[in-house]
């Protein structure tokens, strides 16, 4: 079960919440398992929510527009209902009766025939009259609609006191479940592939467009989605967010990776870097500075830990071992349904890492006339320790 429904109904208790609605692609994910298509090519206009009432293990009410109402059949969360809004259609079968269908179309042309609902505000408001009716205080993420869509939301429930509810769901998803840390680690696995795949064909005289091209393309054989492809040759790295260049690779140069996929609605987000032939000794050693750091922070993270004592012993190390000016703004996030799940690993943050936690460290230094030493990699924290999350070797990758 990917939805940590101790943790989620404890919250609800605590904050006296008779209702939650997610309206964000990735907690609608979190809540059903449904990846929206609709959030996802229409990331400001669309509308899809998840209902849950406080026995959150009793299921989710499923809306979304008529169109794509089909994907609550790809829910591995449990649906108690589903409900479709707008027009769309979805024709009778011709010379077939109804009973000769699938059970899975059955049910499909039973939500598809539903006209009750013209629009996305008509069918949450009845969804949240169903889910605690006569009034009661509610959670509405409120990062994934506007406030004009918010105000009107209060003015159809006015016994309904609506409070803002994303900081709670990102509160509960702190905390994975089992199935939750498979997730991360089978997406982290996809990335790793492709970063292999990518390290085989370096050559001298290849592209970064080549190596980017190689990695999406091993990401999506694998079934991902590329996100974030980074990659960049030699100097270039210190502005790792440009696009890639026709830069060529010569000998002893330094191949960055900084990249992200989506797998299965899962985030993976790992850094290596890997040279053609021999490193010199410089490179050799600011990388194995970096790792030291992300070494240490896999050593001493425990349950408790605040996000800045984490940042504090990890920048550290990397100073002791070789970078004594080193500076970062944080040394990794949370990451799960999204990039940056709590806790983010910077100087000023109190919040504490709890068994569970999935860290995904990082120990980058950026270098003017240099480029970038990266090394990055998820870890679920444990009482007794803590679990790397990947098996792509860790140490610099030399192509020989």
């Not at 996929?261 to 000794?281: H, S």
């Not at 995904?360 to 003017?368: G, K």
């Amino acid at each position: 079960m990917r939805v940590n429904h101790d943790r989620l109904q404890r919250r609800m208790r605590e904050f006296g919440l008779d209702a939650l609605v997610s309206t964000t692609a990735e907690n609608l994910t979190y809540l059903t398992g449904v990846s929206s298509v609709h959030l996802d090519m229409f990331p400001h206009s669309g509308r899809a929510f998840a209902v849950l009432s406080q026995d959150t293990r009793a299921g989710a009410r499923f809306l979304c527009g008529r169109c794509e109402v089909d994907q609550f059949l790809d829910a591995d969360e449990r649906i108690t209902e589903a409900i479709g809004y707008g027009p769309f259609y979805r024709e009778p079968p011709g010379d077939a009766a109804l009973d000769d269908v699938s059970p899975e179309d059955s049910l499909l042309w039973d939500v598809s025939g539903d006209p009750r609902f013209d629009d996305a505000l008509s069918a949450l408001t009845h969804a949240v009259k169903e889910v605690c009716p006569g009034g009661g205080r509610v959670a509405v993420d409120e990062e994934g609609v506007p406030a004009a869509f918010l105000d009107e939301l209060r003015t159809r429930l006015p016994r309904w006191q609506l409070v803002p509810g994303a900081g709670h769901l990102r509160h509960v998803r702190q905390v994975k479940t089992a199935r939750e840390t498979e997730l991360v680690a089978a997406a982290a696995r996809v990335a790793e592939n492709a970063i292999r795949a990518t390290v085989a064909i370096m050559r001298e005289g290849v592209t970064e467009r080549e190596l980017v091209r190689e990695f999406n393309r091993s990401v999506v054989t694998q079934g991902g989605t590329p996100r974030f492809t980074l990659i960049r040759i030699g100097a270039n790295a210190v502005a790792g967010q440009r696009r890639p260049t026709t830069t060529a690779l010569r000998p002893g140069q330094a191949v960055w990776f900084d990249v992200g996929a989506v797998v299965d609605g899962y985030w993976c987000d790992i850094a290596r870097v890997a040279t053609l032939g021999e490193p010199d000794k410089r490179l050799a050693g600011l990388y194995d500075a970096v790792l030291a750091g992300e070494q240490a922070a896999l050593d001493h993270a425990r349950p408790g830990m605040t996000g800045q004592e984490l940042f504090a012993l990890t920048v550290d190390a990397v100073r002791d071992a070789g970078i004594p000016h080193y500076r970062r703004n944080h040394v990794g996030h949370g990451i799960g349904v999204e990039v940056y799940d709590p806790v983010l690993i910077r100087a000023d943050n109190t919040d504490p890492l709890r068994t569970g936690t999935v860290v995904n460290i990082e120990t980058p230094y950026y270098e003017f006339g240099f480029g970038c030493v990266h090394v990055e990699d998820p870890f679920v924290v444990g009482p007794d320790g803590n679990r790397l999350l990947t098996t792509l070797p860790r140490e610099l990758i030399v192509v020989r």
